[in-house]
């Protein structure tokens, strides 16, 4: 079955480590997305990317970096400049990135900075 | 500004209940696309419809429908009949220009739905 796979589902680390999300699908989608999903709010976008080696910033993108070696993985790193980093991430891709492609997301990973 | 306003941020109804979720958006965009997702607990978000501006017709599938009225700038979404299985927290969404054009998908803040037995 096709889909995107994020892992870890739960990430505990300690403030000030670099830490990296990984996010991989094969549903052959060009466009890939990281969302971040704070308790009681929508979605916010950080990195989108529509083609390897190619990614933008999102509205939160301060304290993340994204690479795009692979047309499958889109992984996010949470830096130590993140100033609020404990969060629901979540990763989606679509086919185009189009305003009228949906997104299909991830399970999501949960992280806890202590 | 683009923005999605979903007021409701818990609503609660016993198993077979009618509910009905509020979408209220703003755009100065005269197309656009129109979205809602389902993110149940275990976390992933799942695309329920798509809707574009030029398309006012009402959308049915089995117990979801969907009423969007451009002159009020809604887009409501009303489950027939409730189960359990459509507890989740539900996202209504936004879409003007294309990502290579700038634009991005806006969420509203979700609506949580619990359908007790």
């Known amino acids: 079955d096709g889909g995107i796979t994020q892992s870890p589902k739960y990430l505990f680390r300690k403030e000030g480590q670099n830490v990296t999300l990984s996010c991989e699908q094969n549903?052959?989608?060009?466009?890939m997305y990281w969302y971040r999903q704070d308790p009681g709010q929508g979605l916010r976008l950080i990195y989108y990317?529509?083609?390897?080696?190619?990614?933008q910033k999102g509205d939160i993108a301060e304290g993340y970096s994204v690479s795009r070696e692979k047309k499958e993985s889109f992984p996010l790193t949470v830096t130590s400049a993140q100033k609020n980093p404990t969060a629901f991430y979540l990763c989606?891709?679509?086919?185009?990135?189009?305003?009228?492609?949906?997104?299909?997301f991830g399970n999501g990973t949960r992280l806890t900075v202590t | 500004a683009q923005k999605v306003t979903q007021a409701q941020t818990e609503i609660s109804v016993v198993e077979k209940e009618d509910v009905t979720l509020d979408c209220v958006y703003e755009?100065?965009?005269?197309?656009?696309?129109l979205f809602w997702y389902k993110q149940p607990p275990s976390g992933e978000l799942v695309f329920l419809i798509r809707?574009?501006?030029?398309?006012?017709q009402n959308e049915i599938s089995g117990r979801y429908s969907w009423n969007f009225q451009k002159s009020t700038s809604s887009f409501n979404f009303t489950i027939t009949a409730s189960q359990v299985v459509d507890s989740a927290v539900y996202f209504c969404?936004?879409?003007?220009?294309?990502?290579?054009?700038?634009?991005?998908?806006?969420f509203g803040q979700g609506t949580e739905l619990s359908v007790k037995p």
């Open positions: 989606a891709s679509s086919i185009g990135s189009g305003r009228n492609s949906p997104l299909h």
């Open positions: 809707r574009n501006s030029f398309d006012e």
């Open positions: 549903l052959n989608h060009d466009a």
């Open positions: 755009t100065r965009d005269t197309t656009y696309y």
């Open positions: 990317s529509q083609i390897v080696n190619d990614f």
């Open positions: 969404a936004l879409s003007e220009a294309d990502y290579n054009q700038g634009g991005k998908l806006i």
